[in-house]
Structure formats: C-alpha cells, structure tokens
C-alpha cells in the first residue's frame, strides 16, 4: 500500500520516505584504518581494535536545517510502514545505505518514558523519568542493536555477499535472548549460536535463546572468559559476531538517544541521561546518538551523561577516577558477584569507545560532561525494589541507575533543577530471581546484601482450619461447605488487611 503524502506539509514530503544513501564504512579506532561494510569485520585486521561505522557524507545531512528534520520524525511517526516504525525512525542516522526492504522490524524501539511518582522525586530530590527498554521485543535494549546487526545481515543477505549465515555471541544474558529471536525471525537463512556463562545468567534469560530455538553452549566462569571464546571463534571461523564489538550494534543503539531527544521536544537542555556501563557499548551509543544529532542542528544541547558501575565490577570507574587525562590507564578487574548481572565485566570490550567519544562529548560540551559513578550492591538493590513498589518495572539494572542518581545528586553532579532520564535496560521479571533471594533472605554472602524488611513482600497462605473444607481439583467441595470455606478465606483476608 502507498502511504498517502498529501497529509504532510509540502516542504517534508520529499524526506518522509528515506532512500538508501550516504557511504558507510568501518573505522579503526587504533590506526584510523577504513574497511568497507561489504565485509564482515569486528576488530581491525592491522591492530585488532575496535571499529566505529561512519557515513562518508554525514555532512549531507546539514543540507537539511535542524528544524526541518525535527518535522521529518514527527510526520514519520504517523506512518504505518513497519520499517520505520521501530528504530529505523532514523533512518539516516542509523544505517542510511540499507534499504528499507532490508530492514527488519520485530517491534523495538520508541520504548515508553515514565514519569516517577511525586514520592518517589521527593525521596530523591530530583526530577526524573524511566525510559523503559525493558519494554522492547526481548526485554532488553540489546533488541536496538540486533534490529541494526540483523538488518546489515539481512542487507548482505539480499545483495549475495553472504549466505548460511551462523551468527554468535557470548552473553550476561539479554545480548544471546536478543541474538537468538532477530537470528530465528531470519532462519533458516540465519542460524545462531549463544554462548552463556554457566549458572551466571537468570533462568528467564537461558529460557530465551532455548525458546527461540539457537544453540545454547554453557561454559565454566564468568562472562568474560566466554568473550575470549567467542573472539577466538570468530578469529577463526567464518562466523557473524553479534556482541557488541559489531559496529552495528552500537548503531541500533544511538536510537535511544533520538528517542529521548524527540519525547522531549528535542530541548536537552538540563537534561541527564543515565545508564548502567557493562560492555560500554550501550554508553558508547548514548553519547554518540547525541553527538550525531548536535552535529546535525537537531538538539542544540548536549544532555549530561553519567555510567553506573557497582563495586562489583567498576573498571570504567577506576579508569576515571585519575583526573589527568594523559596518566589514565585502563586496567581490567576481577569481577565479585552482583546483582545487576548484565553488567557484571571486568574487561569492557567498549573501553577504547568510551574513551574516544567521551573526549569528545566533553569537548563538544566545553566542559565535563561525562561522569562515572560507583554504586553499593544494597543500593543497587534497594533502589530497584523502591522503584518498582512506586509503579515501575525495572531491573537490576535499572535500579542501578537510580543509585546513581543518588548518588550523583549527593555529590553535587546533579543539581536540584535538572531532569533524568533512567534507563531502565531490562524488564524487572527477567532478574525476579535477585528479588526472590532478598525476599526469603537467600542472596549469597558474596553479593553483600543486607535485605531490608521494609521491602521484603513474601505471599501469604490463607487456608481454612478445617482440612474438610480445603477445595481441590480432585474433590470439589459441596455448595454448603463451600460457601463456609468462602466465609472462613475471605474473613481472614479482612482481618490481614484491618478492614
Ligand atoms: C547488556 C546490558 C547492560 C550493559 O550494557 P553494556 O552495553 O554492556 O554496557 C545493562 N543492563 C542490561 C539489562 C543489559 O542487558
Ligand atoms: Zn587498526
């Protein structure tokens, strides 16, 4: 169906539909060293760092004023074109030389943003909003780049560059669901491959990637030792590698940043946007999106921007707690059990992105504005179980970042008058099992958890003192014991809820 134009102002009908352009291409972020994107390429063949994907003619893009691509996203959110419907929105700012007929939608993407309950801004004392990624097709923003690394396949896929694909990744959990839902939508032209550490994902996350149909590999110790399998595999094979070393993947992810700038009306202005740092891509991302939309005129502010790091696993912190720049050095860690578990890594595979583009944002910004916090476990912990007895879904994760904010505003990082933006990166019920454990006072030591009696909520098992007058589905009670059992369960809930 041919979407009618007529309904939009005449001066942005040409741009509502995008057409393939612009020239991407993989740059070294060691030699400066440039690839084509026709090839399969996560680290540089010369000096084995990451790569970036830039467009050749990004500065086409200024052709177009700033207030006028603000109209183009807001008319193209009338659309019903399922290709840009999701993160692809953004067309141009996220993979401008793939078709629209590449493209692959499974429902990411323009995730809600909430507004926290006045009591819960009180106990904080700042402004702020959860972005809910967790609300994203897999439960997690990793769907933004997979959406991205999918469609760059599915792309190479339709020009016969590449067939049988098998794609792989190694995961803390949400990365592999991720992989293994965009890889089966694809199949059997996709097959995927996740590799888990063993017993350090949640049962939900190992349920996705088994449901989704990929093969599943459990390997002993902790993520990072599965990264270094995985990187060996893809040194070695001709497999796609769908971490997040894949340029694409931070791609997807820049949509988070045009999102929040769009749901604000595209004003940054006092804004902080918050997230938690595991890998760094998704804090790559962030502060790249916004430095793409500053270059194009569309948000004239640079947003703050604080990375959350437990005590658990702070590798990006310690880097930054030097203050000069030039004696920085980055030293890996060892991580300690924690409850935000999908940021759980000691050796971010982001770190040399990090710190590029957080030079860069700061310079941009002519001033600091760029910070890492650390957060305790309990606070982790308590801030989640908070957040979600006020009306949110977050996980660790995201309780991770109301810590920081916390934290951040009681250093005075954050002012009274300024606005967060949470991300709240996971759905609550994929990390259920942390809750369950403090609720019945399990966590293991290690984690360093004191639980909390104010939070804890268990479920209460009212039954009638007479065993005659327990129902069953083998025996069914008659009807005048039955209306005895419902006289004895429902005055004991009255009496549980002093009414
Ligand atoms: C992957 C993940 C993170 C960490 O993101 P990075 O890009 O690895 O820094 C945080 N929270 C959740 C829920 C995740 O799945
Ligand atoms: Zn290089």
Redesign the pocket.
Known sequence: MKPNLDIFPEEIRPYIIPEPKGELYYKCLGCDAEYSIEKLLYVCPECNQVLLIHDRHEDRLKNISGATWQKIFDCRKMLKIPALKGIYRYHEFIGPSIPLSSILYLGEGHTPMVEANPLLQDSVGVKFYYKNDGQNPSA???DRGMASALSSIKYLIDQKLVSDVIAVCAS????SAAAALYASYLGPLVKSAVLLPHKKVTSAQLAQPLGSGAKVFEIPGVFDDCMKVVEHLSGKYPVVLLN?KNAWRILGQESYSYEIAQDFDWDMGGKVVIV????????SAVMNGFLKFHRAGIINRLPKIIGVQSEHADPVYKYYLEPDEEKREFVPVDTRPSVAQ??M?GD?VSMPRVVKIAGEYNRVSGQQNVFVVQVKEQDIMDWQLQANQNGHIT?T?GGECLAGLVSARAQGIVTGDETAILDA??HAIKFSGFQDMYFKKELPESYGIQPDDAFINLPDLISPDDPDLIPSQEKRLGKSDFTRFVDDVSGKIAKRLDL
């Open positions: 997690s923003f990793k803390t959990g949400d990365t997040s938690p740092i595991g890998n760094a891509g998704n804090i999908a940021a890594i971010p996980c994760q990166t996971a």
